[in-house]
């Protein structure tokens, strides 16, 4: 496993994974100052804990996009970021736990209470649990020693993020706006990797299926999220992901927001490709 995490395998920097360390690290850096000059509202310890819980949920989004942007746009470097970008997930998750805990003021007995007593804990508890063994497992060493067991077991990812996922919605209550747009964006990522290895995966009217799929689905999910567990009217929920007109005065809702960026992404590749940058990766 590479120790400084800004240099390649042979030692010398690597700018792409400097960057990409400089995005794990900046949230982290945003909430401290925003904790530092009274920016965090009333309950500043809580607002963090969920600040963190968002980020992540969005990096380990960003790192089930690894593989699917690695490809697409034929970037072999960007395929070489899976690691740090997993562990830099499990350690948002683990800061997760750190600052729940620290509502508690650090009463571990009341924590594994709490944990016991709340299904949405236990739920992104056992995410956690998931993050941690497949971190523990992502050495060189372990990749070797496991051989074509390593790969199976790090399929694991995906039904730990439908946790992580499940947790997020649970606890959001009212608003899973946020939850929704997550999902539209691991659904897609999710999608893609049902389309046939090779050419499939980088075809343009493919991806846009992709896009168009997961932006039904995470509408599908919100609209099923409202029908089942709240007095809302969830047919009126649905309906407005499709009023063009209140999305251009309030905005897109989240299911669309996704699809948009997922959207954006295509749109990149095909620019990537059309300027002659893209090859199979």
Do not use: C
Request: proline residues 5%; charged residues 15%.
């Amino acid at each position: 496993m590479d120790l400084i995490p800004w240099t390649d395998r042979r030692g010398r920097f690597d700018a792409l994974r400097a960057a990409a360390f400089a995005l794990l690290l900046a949230p982290a850096l945003w909430i401290a100052w925003r904790a530092i000059t009274d920016d965090l509202g009333p309950e500043p310890r809580n607002q963090a804990m969920h600040e963190s819980g968002r980020w992540a949920l969005r990096f380990l989004a960003l790192a089930l996009a690894v593989t699917p942007v690695g490809r697409i746009l034929g970037e072999p470097r960007i395929l070489a970021l899976r690691r740090m970008v997993g562990l830099g997930a499990l350690a948002w998750a683990a800061g997760h736990l750190v600052l729940y805990s620290a509502l508690l003021n650090g009463n571990l007995l009341m924590v594994l209470s709490e944990i016991v007593q709340r299904i949405y804990l236990g739920i992104g508890t056992l995410a956690l649990i998931g993050l941690v063994w497949l971190g523990a497992t992502s050495t060189d060493a372990a990749m070797r020693r496991m051989g074509r067991g390593w790969k199976q077991l790090h399929r694991l990812v995906f039904p730990i993020t439908a946790l992580a996922l499940l947790h997020a919605f649970i606890q959001s209550k009212a608003d899973i706006s946020p939850s929704v747009f997550h999902a539209g964006l691991i659904l897609g990522l999710l999608l893609w990797r049902l389309l046939p290895a090779g050419a499939a995966q980088r075809s343009l009217p493919a991806l846009l299926g992709v896009v168009a799929a997961a932006t039904l689905g995470a509408t599908a999910l919100e609209w099923a999220w409202y029908a089942g567990t709240t007095p809302l009217p969830a047919g009126r929920v649905w309906a407005a992901n499709w009023d063009v007109a209140a999305a251009w005065d309030f905005g897109p809702r989240p299911a669309v927001q996704a699809g948009l960026w997922l959207l954006g992404f295509v749109v990149l590749a095909a620019g990537w490709r059309l300027a002659g940058r893209g090859r199979p990766a």
